[in-house]
């Protein structure tokens, strides 16, 4: 008897470009949100992709896992159109960091541990990496303190710091971070800053970003603009170019 192996869930590995080619992209076949993007990213990148609200951002990193997928065009990862790939095997490779934490009504170390078989030590070590190991031993049972129905009992600043814990503990070598300090204080920030910062070290990184530090640190710096990319180039080139990065960074809105 053969058995038939189905290739698309084999393992994939990550070793050179995310591509994202002629992509438009429309909710409902009215006004495209995105318009002719055409993007590499190679690996080891840090990109930043910067811009006024509502011009795209979010919905150009919501391609790559496929929340949703494009009107025309492709996104490819290493040459291969993600639509070929299984959607756990592509989903594998990336570490996703959003505004909203999910979170689930169960004990930390099941929410830092999910789909992942951890030891405790790195589970441990994890939390220590994203600043949240201190707050963690101080919750009423430690790593075994039920958090409620999405999080709930617990503070943004803490909820981000167990979502960047779980990506470190998943070790991708994509992250997609939805830069998501804008809603805390700023002690808070500076801790998820850090532990962004940590989990960012050695990966392949695309960024909506809000925070002039980070930008500032990036690779490349993509500035999109009603969908489409307008500049693309490190921080000293566009503040050169005159355009809408230097206008933006000189408002510091970006």
Do not use: W
Not at 48 to 57: D, L
Not at 120 to 131: D, F, L, M, Y
Not at 233 to 244: I, R
């Amino acid at each position: 008897q053969m058995c038939i192996r189905d290739r698309s869930l084999d393992t994939l590995s990550f070793e050179e470009t995310i591509e994202f080619k002629n992509i438009v992209f429309t909710y409902d076949g009215s006004k495209n949100i995105l318009n002719n993007i055409n993007l590499k990213v190679k690996k080891g990148q840090t990109v930043a992709i910067v811009g006024p609200s509502g011009g795209g951002k979010s919905t150009l990193l919501d391609l790559i896992p496929r929340f949703h997928d494009p009107h025309s065009g492709q996104v490819l990862i290493d040459g291969r159109d993600i639509k070929n790939i299984h959607t756990t095997t592509l989903r594998n490779l990336l570490g996703i960091v959003t505004q909203e934490s999910i979170l689930f009504n169960d004990t930390v170390f099941n929410n830092l541990a999910f789909g992942i078989s951890a030891t405790k030590e790195q589970v441990i070590q994890a939390a220590k990496i994203a600043n949240a190991h201190e707050f963690i031993e101080n919750l009423d049972n430690g790593y075994q303190t039920e958090i409620g129905d999405r999080g709930n009992k617990l503070s943004g600043g803490q909820k981000q710091r167990l979502t960047i814990a779980r990506a470190i503990l998943k070790n991708p070598p994509i992250l997609l971070l939805d830069e998501a300090t804008s809603a805390l204080d700023s002690e808070s920030e500076h801790l998820v800053q850090e532990a962004l910062n940590n989990l960012m070290r050695n990966r392949t990184s695309l960024v909506v970003a809000h925070r002039f530090s980070t930008i500032q640190n990036a690779d490349v710096i993509v500035v999109v603009k009603k969908g489409e990319i307008v500049e693309v180039g490190s921080h000293s080139e566009l503040m050169m170019n005159d355009g809408l990065y230097k206008k933006l960074s000189e408002m510091q809105s970006v």
